[in-house]
């Protein structure tokens, strides 16, 4: 399609977002350079298992788009079910000493939802 066309058919768009493949579900404006930059800031080295709570997180999100407001304990817990496997939440709050939900979100390019950054908030670390 011509960019003059684009123009008409979709206002404000110069060209069509490129999709990350392995992130099917992130946000249109996220970016691994972006979530890499984010978590240097928090003082992590993101790993292959911070990029499965990534996704993970961006699917939830998506799956859920039409609930809002979302409820970080039904987050945790859904994480908490998703990476039974591999030791719960003790195994998230191993990558994300900040909080799963809340950093996550943050590196995820998500909002956190309401109370997910309390400290009291279930840390098991």
Same mark, same amino acid.
């Given at each position: 399609?011509?960019?003059?066309?684009?123009?008409?058919?979709?206002?404000?768009?110069?060209?069509?977002?490129?999709?990350?493949?392995?992130?099917?579900? $992130? *946000?249109?404006?996220?970016?691994? /350079?972006?979530?890499?930059?984010?978590? =240097?800031?928090?003082? @992590?080295?993101?790993?292959?298992?911070?990029?499965?709570?990534?996704?993970?997180?961006?699917?939830?999100?998506?799956?859920?788009?039409?609930? $809002? *407001?979302?409820?970080?304990?039904? /987050?945790?817990?859904?994480?908490?079910? =998703?990476?039974?496997? @591999?030791?719960?939440?003790?195994?998230?709050?191993?990558?994300?000493?900040?909080?799963?939900?809340?950093?996550?979100?943050?590196?995820?390019?998500? *909002?956190?939802?309401?109370?997910?950054?309390?400290?009291?908030?279930?840390?098991?670390?």
């Amino acid at each position: 399609m011509a960019a003059t066309t684009q123009h008409i058919v979709r206002p404000g768009y110069e060209h069509e977002a490129v999709r990350d493949p392995d992130f099917p579900h $992130a *946000p249109i404006d996220w970016s691994r /350079i972006e979530a890499i930059a984010q978590a =240097r800031k928090e003082g @992590l080295a993101l790993t292959d298992g911070h990029w499965q709570v990534v996704r993970a997180l961006q699917d939830y999100y998506a799956r859920h788009a039409e609930v $809002a *407001p979302r409820n970080a304990r039904q /987050i945790h817990d859904a994480l908490d079910e =998703r990476f039974h496997a @591999l030791g719960g939440i003790r195994h998230l709050y191993e990558l994300f000493p900040g909080g799963p939900v809340a950093q996550g979100c943050r590196i995820a390019g998500l *909002p956190a939802p309401a109370g997910a950054s309390d400290r009291g908030f279930g840390s098991v670390v």
